[in-house]
């Protein structure tokens, strides 16, 4: 019997590693937001092979499920529906259970990334590039497809990457061209850059900012700032953090799983940036 509004409602992370995400701070600080005392948001240390089992006990209080690395992929033939955007990139972050007890799939990373970029003031670019070619590179072409006209290099450590980013550029309709990562110094100079690269991978390109640097969108939150974004920000450059992508995503997952829109954006970034000056 599905859960009446009245009723505690529950809502959590899962992935592996998940000790160190911020999705709790960010949720629990929207519920207080907006009123929503009957509302929790708690992480779970989940893998691939936990997952059916995990989804398989959940009640009907649960209201959704945000899900990070390893089971963006995993989670996708455990669901009755996907959205277009989260089967164009075949990731899905985020899972909401309906009343009549389906499981939806969507990605709020894609639509997360383009609203990050345009609070920054981009909302086109003619061409761009993107530092390395992980799950978070593809969801980052689906968000250059809607924000950028021109081609996209990716600079990649192997023709077996580069590969694959031109796989998902064709997939996404979107013109990607690739480099080797020896060449990625050249990156710097696209009117914006996605940095999507573990951390201290893009650290020895801070030496080879240009003097007038346009605009860095760096994924990483935690260690903040990255070299690359310190030396950026220092010449005049705009970057977009892993933390507005974090709260962007994260203001979609509330509003979907809460069904109540806007979702607080400034309370959940204050409550992500306090998060992360007590670390």
Same mark, same amino acid.
């Given at each position: 019997?599905?859960?009446?509004?009245?009723?505690?409602?529950?809502?959590?992370?899962?992935?592996?590693?998940?000790?160190?995400?911020?999705?709790?701070?960010?949720?629990?600080?929207?519920?207080?937001?907006?009123?929503?005392?009957?509302?929790?948001?708690?992480?779970?240390?989940?893998?691939?092979?936990?997952?059916?089992?995990?989804?398989?006990?959940?009640?009907?209080?649960?209201?959704?499920?945000?899900?990070?690395?390893?089971?963006?992929?995993?989670?996708?033939?455990?669901?009755?529906?996907?959205?277009?955007?989260?089967?164009?990139?075949?990731?899905?972050?985020?899972v909401?259970?309906?009343?009549?007890?389906?499981?939806?799939?969507?990605?709020?990373?894609?639509?997360?990334?383009?609203?990050?970029?345009?609070?920054? *003031?981009?909302?086109?670019?003619?061409?761009a +590039?993107?530092? @390395? !070619? #992980?799950?978070? /590179?593809? &969801?980052?072409?689906?968000?250059?497809?809607?924000?950028?006209?021109?081609?996209?290099?990716?600079?990649?450590?192997?023709?077996?990457?580069?590969?694959?980013?031109?796989?998902?550029?064709?997939?996404?309709?979107?013109?990607?061209?690739?480099?080797?990562?020896?060449?990625?110094?050249?990156?710097?100079?696209?009117?914006?850059?996605?940095?999507?690269?573990?951390?201290?991978?893009?650290?020895?390109?801070?030496?080879?900012?240009?003097?007038?640097?346009?605009?860095?969108?760096?994924?990483?939150y935690?260690?903040?700032?990255?070299?690359?974004?310190?030396?950026?920000?220092?010449?005049?450059?705009?970057?977009?953090?892993?933390?507005?992508?974090?709260?962007?995503q994260?203001?979609?997952?509330v509003?979907?799983?809460? *069904?109540?829109?806007?979702?607080?954006?400034? +309370?959940?970034? @204050? !409550? #992500?940036?306090? /998060?992360? &000056?007590?670390?």
């Amino acid at each position: 019997m599905p859960a009446r509004a009245t009723d505690a409602r529950r809502a959590a992370v899962l992935g592996s590693p998940i000790a160190h995400s911020l999705s709790p701070v960010l949720h629990r600080a929207a519920y207080a937001e907006l009123g929503l005392t009957n509302w929790s948001y708690d992480r779970f240390e989940i893998d691939e092979t936990a997952l059916p089992g995990f989804l398989g006990g959940l009640g009907p209080e649960w209201a959704g499920l945000s899900l990070t690395m390893p089971l963006k992929r995993a989670v996708i033939p455990l669901l009755d529906e996907i959205s277009d955007t989260a089967a164009a990139v075949e990731a899905v972050n985020t899972v909401v259970f309906t009343g009549d007890g389906r499981r939806v799939g969507d990605n709020t990373d894609v639509p997360g990334m383009v609203a990050a970029l345009r609070e920054h *003031g981009i909302e086109q670019v003619g061409s761009a +590039a993107i530092l @390395g !070619a #992980g799950a978070t /590179a593809s &969801s980052a072409l689906a968000a250059l497809a809607r924000v950028c006209t021109g081609d996209v290099v990716a600079y990649v450590r192997s023709e077996a990457r580069a590969a694959e980013m031109r796989q998902w550029g064709e997939r996404l309709d979107v013109e990607v061209r690739t480099a080797p990562w020896s060449d990625a110094r050249q990156a710097l100079r696209a009117p914006l850059v996605i940095a999507t690269t573990p951390a201290g991978t893009t650290d020895a390109l801070a030496t080879d900012v240009p003097e007038r640097p346009a605009t860095l969108f760096d994924v990483l939150y935690d260690p903040w700032p990255t070299a690359l974004a310190a030396r950026w920000s220092m010449a005049g450059g705009a970057v977009v953090s892993g933390l507005d992508l974090l709260v962007h995503q994260a203001v979609l997952q509330v509003e979907q799983m809460t *069904g109540r829109a806007p979702a607080p954006l400034d +309370a959940m970034r @204050g !409550a #992500g940036e306090k /998060a992360l &000056s007590e670390r």
